[in-house]
């Protein structure tokens, strides 16, 4: 069975700082890697994805987040975070191949403050 | 493409009443996935299309709830007698079948609570 732990449930930061939001999974199998964001009374979006190859995967609005199997981990961070940054962000984790269930995180709320 | 649309957004009822909910994916895509959120908690997931097929289904989906594809496109998500404890947030996705390797898009959920 698969499961994913979020390490912090609030993380609250100031404008203009790093962030890391910290993720480790298991899995007895091979697997994708998920960060999904969600705003207020909104769906998920999806942020950025580890599929295969580099283990370091960006978005294009600022967030990165690196695949470490060895400790079983995938952090998200962003070098500097905006006031709209402000969300609950969840990672998930499927086993490597279409049609799976993603199994997901508690979520982190990250709330960016001037 | 205008994303996974759900309907309706928000629905009360009172403890007892049966509710459906609608779910329209991306146009061609295959898969198509339920999943349940409550209150400072990931979304569960709940059952998984490949076209008409149902062929997942997980424990949470207890025999008041019912899932259907009929013709591989828009789904519903049936639950009977609602109790207080289904109030959640019920999300739809959807992936296609070629290529993009499990990513799936999400709707804006419909959010239930249960008088």
């Known amino acids: 069975a698969q499961s994913v732990t979020q390490l912090d449930s609030q993380v609250p930061v100031f404008e203009e700082a790093p962030v890391e939001l910290r993720c480790n999974y298991s899995s007895s199998v091979s697997v994708y890697l998920f960060w999904y964001v969600q705003y207020p009374n909104q769906g998920l979006q999806l942020l950025l994805k580890?599929?295969?190859?580099?283990?370091l995967v960006e978005s294009i609005n600022g967030f990165e987040a690196e695949f470490n199997k060895s400790q079983t981990s995938f952090h998200l961070r962003k070098p500097s975070v905006h006031i709209s940054d402000t969300a609950e962000y969840f990672c998930?984790?499927?086993?490597?191949?279409?049609?799976?269930?993603?199994?997901f995180g508690k979520g982190t709320t990250l709330s960016v403050s001037s | 493409d205008t994303g996974v649309s759900q309907d309706p957004r928000h629905k009360i009822t009172k403890r007892g009443q049966n509710v459906t909910f609608r779910c329209d994916p991306i146009?061609?895509?295959?898969?198509l996935y339920w999943y349940r959120q409550t209150l400072g908690q990931g979304p569960e997931f709940l059952t998984y299309?490949?076209?008409?097929?149902?062929?997942?289904k997980s424990r949470l989906l207890s025999d008041r709830f019912s899932a259907e594809r009929p013709k591989g496109s828009f789904s519903t998500l049936e639950i009977q007698r609602t109790e207080q404890g289904d109030s959640a947030m019920y999300l739809c996705?959807?992936?296609?079948?070629?290529?993009?390797?499990?990513?799936?898009?999400f709707g804006a959920g419909t959010r239930l609570s249960v008088l």
């Open positions: 299309f490949q076209n008409e097929a149902q062929l997942e």
């Open positions: 580890y599929l295969s190859g580099s283990t």
């Open positions: 146009s061609e895509h295959n898969r």
């Open positions: 996705a959807s992936s296609p079948d070629w290529g993009a390797k499990n990513i799936q898009y």
């Open positions: 998930a984790v499927s086993h490597n191949q279409a049609g799976t269930a993603l199994i």
